[in-house]
C-alpha cells in the first residue's frame, strides 16, 4: 500500500493549479441518467471517487467516455450516455466504496419510476443518515421500502408526481437528490430549507442547462416545474474550493505565497475571512487567490456550519494550520459528530490539542516533529499533509488512498511550490 513520505520545512512558493471540485463532480455526473441524450461534463478532476461513480453509471447502462485528455492534462472531459437503463440497482459492492453513490436514487427515480440502492459508505466520520432523502422521495410521492441493507423506492404509475419537501436540517446529500427526482416529476416541488452550498447552485445550473425549470437558485427555497424530459448538455464542473482551501492552509502552515490559480473567491468567504482573522494574507484577483503567510499565525475561534458558514471539510486542514499559531484556538464540529479522528495522529506529531464532546481547543506549539501517521478519512489525511510540511525531519503518512479519493496529483503540485514530498511503495 502507498505511503506519502515528507520531508518538512520547506516554504511554499508559486502557484498550484486548482482543479474541478470533488463534491460537485459526484453531483454533476448521475444527471446523466436523467435523459437519454449525452451529458459531457469539463473540468473533471482525476479521482479515485470519479471513476467509482463511473463504474456504478456504467453498472446502469450509462456508457462514458474520456475525450480529448492527456496524462499531463489536470481536467478531464467525460461523456456519460445512458441511451438505455439495463438495471435500476446499484450493488453494494460499488456504493460501499462512497457514501455519494446514493446521489443515483433521485435520477433513477426520476428517469425509470424506481431504483433499488445500497446503504452507502464512504468516510467514517459519524453518523450520515440517509432519512432526509427517504422522506424527500416519499414527499415527492414515492414509496420506500428497507429491506437487507437496499433502499427500494417506487414511483406509483412510474412517474413522481411532484410535492413539497421541507427538510428540518439543512441537507447537501438530500436536496440533490430531491433535485434530480424532482426535474422530472409531474407536476411542481417546492424544497424548502435547500441546502446553499456552490456545489448545489452548480447542479441547479447544470440541470437548467439539461432543460430544466428551477427558481429559487441560491436560495434556501427551490422551485421546480417538473419536464416530461431532459435534453443533453455540455458543462464545466465548478474549481474545488476545499481544495483551494486545504492549499491555502499548507501555504499559511510553512509562511509561504502560494497563487491558486482557478480559486473562485465567493465560493470561499467563509474560508478566506478565517485565514485572514488567522493573520494570512489574501489578495482576490480575477479567477485567482494569492495566499501569504510573512508573520505568526494568530489563534482563531471556529465553528462548522453549512453554507455560508465555514464548512465542516476544512476543519481538520485549519487544526493542522492552528497547530503553529501563537495561543490556543477552539474548534467546534457541529455538522458530524466523530470528525476528530486526526487529533491523535496530529498529537504524535507534537500537536497539543484537547477534545471535549464537539469541541477542540489547539495550543499552537514552537514546531511540530515528522512521524509516521495514519489516514483515517478524507479531509483528515489533509491535514496530516499539512501538519508534515512544517515538521522537522521526516513525516510518513499510510492509508493515502484516502487522499485519492479527494485530491489530484496532490504531490505533483506540492512538489511544483517546493514541497520535498513523494508517494512510495511497499515494495
Do not use: W
Not at 7 to 22: D, E, P, T, V
Not at 100 to 119: D, F, H, N, Q, Y
Not at 373 to 395: H, K, N, P, Y
Amino acid at each position: 500500500m502507498d505511503r506519502i513520505l515528507i520531508r518538512g520545512g520547506n516554504r511554499l512558493q508559486g502557484r498550484i493549479f486548482i482543479s474541478g471540485a470533488k463534491n460537485a463532480a459526484l453531483t454533476l455526473m448521475p444527471c446523466a441518467l436523467l435523459t437519454d441524450e449525452p451529458l459531457t461534463l469539463r473540468n473533471l478532476p482525476r479521482l479515485a471517487d470519479v471513476d467509482s461513480f463511473g463504474h456504478l453509471l456504467n453498472q446502469l447502462g450509462a456508457s462514458t467516455a474520456i475525450e480529448g485528455s492527456r496524462p499531463e492534462d489536470f481536467g478531464r472531459v467525460m461523456t456519460i450516455r445512458a441511451g438505455r437503463l439495463t438495471s435500476t440497482e446499484a450493488p453494494y459492492d460499488i456504493v460501499r466504496k462512497m457514501r455519494a453513490s446514493i446521489l443515483v436514487l433521485g435520477p433513477l427515480i426520476g428517469r425509470a419510476g424506481e431504483a433499488t440502492v445500497s446503504l452507502p459508505g464512504g468516510c467514517a466520520i459519524g453518523n450520515r443518515p440517509i432519512d432526509l432523502h427517504l422522506k424527500a422521495m416519499e414527499a415527492m410521492g414515492a414509496e420506500i421500502e428497507l429491506a437487507a441493507g437496499y433502499v427500494k423506492a417506487v414511483a406509483p404509475g412510474g412517474r413522481l408526481p411532484g410535492g413539497r419537501v421541507s427538510f428540518p436540517v439543512v441537507s447537501v446529500g438530500a436536496t440533490e437528490n430531491a433535485l434530480m427526482a424532482a426535474v422530472t416529476a409531474r407536476g411542481g416541488t417546492v424544497i424548502e430549507n435547500a441546502a446553499r452550498e456552490p456545489e448545489i447552485v452548480d447542479l441547479c445550473n447544470c440541470l437548467v442547462a439539461m432543460g430544466a425549470s428551477i427558481s429559487g437558485i441560491g436560495t434556501e427555497t427551490l422551485e421546480i416545474e417538473g419536464r416530461d424530459r431532459l435534453h443533453g448538455a455540455t458543462y464545466a464542473v465548478m474549481p474545488d474550493r476545499i481544495e483551494a482551501g486545504s492549499y491555502a492552509c499548507a501555504a499559511a502552515i510553512t509562511g509561504g505565497s502560494v497563487e491558486l490559480a482557478g480559486a473562485e473567491a465567493n465560493d470561499m468567504r467563509a474560508t478566506i475571512a478565517a485565514l485572514v482573522e488567522a493573520g494570512v494574507s489574501v489578495e482576490e484577483g480575477k479567477g485567482s487567490i494569492k495566499v501569504s503567510a510573512d508573520g505568526p499565525l494568530r489563534p482563531i475561534t471556529l465553528s462548522t456550519a453549512p453554507f455560508p458558514g465555514f464548512a465542516t471539510d476544512m476543519q481538520a486542514q485549519f487544526m493542522a494550520m492552528l497547530c503553529k499559531a501563537d495561543g490556543a484556538s477552539v474548534l467546534t464540529e457541529t455538522i458530524f459528530e466523530n470528525r476528530y479522528m486526526h487529533v491523535p495522529e496530529l498529537a504524535r506529531m507534537g500537536a497539543d490539542i484537547t477534545v471535549t464532546g464537539r469541541s477542540a481547543v489547539v495550543r499552537g506549539v514552537a514546531g511540530l516533529v515528522g512521524a509516521q501517521v495514519m489516514a483515517t478519512d478524507l479531509r483528515a489525511s489533509m491535514s496530516l499533509i499539512i501538519a508534515g510540511l512544517a515538521a522537522e525531519g521526516e513525516t510518513q503518512v499510510s492509508r493515502v488512498y484516502h487522499l485519492d479519493r479527494g485530491y489530484e496529483r496532490l504531490e505533483e503540485k506540492l512538489s511544483a511550490v517546493g514541497a520535498d514530498i513523494e508517494r512510495i511503495g511497499d515494495g
